[in-house]
């Protein structure tokens, strides 16, 4: 098992950022890919970022490119997600996942994770 917990949401204006944390506990953390997935309201979770085990791989939905980093810190056992130049339109509640692979194509989005935890509230205003 695997215990996660987000933090770091809140309010933000239009342009503003925000440092997503994810601590994780219960289990080898460097074994884990991570993923910070969201989802607003009236629409599916989607993933925004997945970084390998060890931190060597990481991928991008189209809509963050450029402007979200995900990273992790395995002696922290924690993962990040660096949000910049925030939209009205990344509003949402933010999950982090962990799935325990070293495989990285395991590790893409559209497959699936086997830890979640609760969620951290992002809500950016225009």
């Known amino acids: 098992q695997v215990q996660l917990v987000e933090s770091g949401g809140g309010l933000v204006q239009a342009g503003g950022s925000l440092r997503l944390s994810c601590a994780a506990s219960g289990r080898t953390f460097s074994g884990y890919a991570m993923g910070w997935f969201r989802q607003a309201p009236g629409k599916e979770r989607e993933c925004v970022a997945v970084v390998s085990w060890s931190g060597g791989s990481t991928y991008y939905d189209d809509s963050v490119k450029g402007r979200f980093t995900i990273s992790r810190d395995n002696a922290k056992n924690t993962v990040y997600l660096q949000m910049n130049s925030l939209q009205a339109e990344d509003t949402a509640i933010y999950y982090c996942?962990?799935?325990?692979?070293?495989?990285?194509?395991?590790?893409?989005?559209?497959?699936?994770?086997?830890?979640w935890g609760q969620g951290t509230q992002v809500t950016v205003s225009s």
């Open positions: 996942a962990a799935k325990y692979t070293s495989i990285w194509k395991a590790a893409q989005c559209g497959y699936e994770y086997d830890y």
